[in-house]
């Protein structure tokens, strides 16, 4: 549980970093040391599964899933859009405590929340794994190949991230 409140921290104040960049424990202030050690345009941060779930229309042509794998694709597919909607969720319940109009939640219901999503997602995960493990049996060597690269790609270079990599 504690964990899960560290994890929820940083996340907000990365989001509180990236929606105040400057105002961070620094005030502002740094050294040209500091500067220099800094990369110059960091990385943006990408939801896993949500970069994963912008794949799935061109992943589903490029596979050619042929009838007898149908199914299994469309396990995969609804396992990824479950898991990045479950992260879509916990973001805007984490955006929600910012609001000034809005009603906080106690501790306790923020914890429990946290914890809740946290059960919905490991449950949603293995299901994801049970699936892509049954369809990655089921696959020839060359849609193995494909969906190898591509996984790792939608991870190192995401659809939607400027500027936008031409697809293969």
């Known amino acids: ?26 005030h502002g202030t740094s050294s040209k040391r500091d500067s220099d050690s ?4 960091p990385a943006r ?10 794949e799935l229309p061109s992943l589903t042509v490029d596979l050619r899933i042929n009838a007898a794998q149908v199914e299994a694709w469309s396990l995969v597919q609804r396992d990824v859009r479950d898991l990045a ?7 805007r319940h984490l955006l929600a ?3 000034p109009e809005g009603n906080p939640p106690t501790a306790l219901a923020m ?15 293995a299901d994801l794994k ?16 494909m969906l190898d ?3 790792v790609q939608s991870q190192t270079d995401p659809l939607g991230d400027e500027p936008a990599a031409p697809r293969r």
């Open 149 to 151: 690269r591509r996984v």
């Open 85 to 91: 909607e479950l992260d879509r969720v916990r973001k």
């Open 111 to 125: 914890i429990a929340t946290l914890e809740e999503e946290d059960r919905q997602k490991a449950e949603a995960s």
């Open 1 to 26: 549980m504690a964990l899960v409140l560290v994890l929820s921290c940083l996340a907000a104040q990365a989001v509180h970093a990236q929606r105040y960049p400057g105002r961070g424990g620094d």
């Open 45 to 54: 941060l990408q939801e896993p599964f949500a970069a994963l779930e912008r």
């Open 97 to 99: 405590l910012r609001d």
């Open 38 to 41: 800094r990369p110059a345009a």
């Open 130 to 145: 049970r699936h892509f493990e049954a369809l990655y049996a089921m696959l020839d060597e060359g849609q193995r190949r």
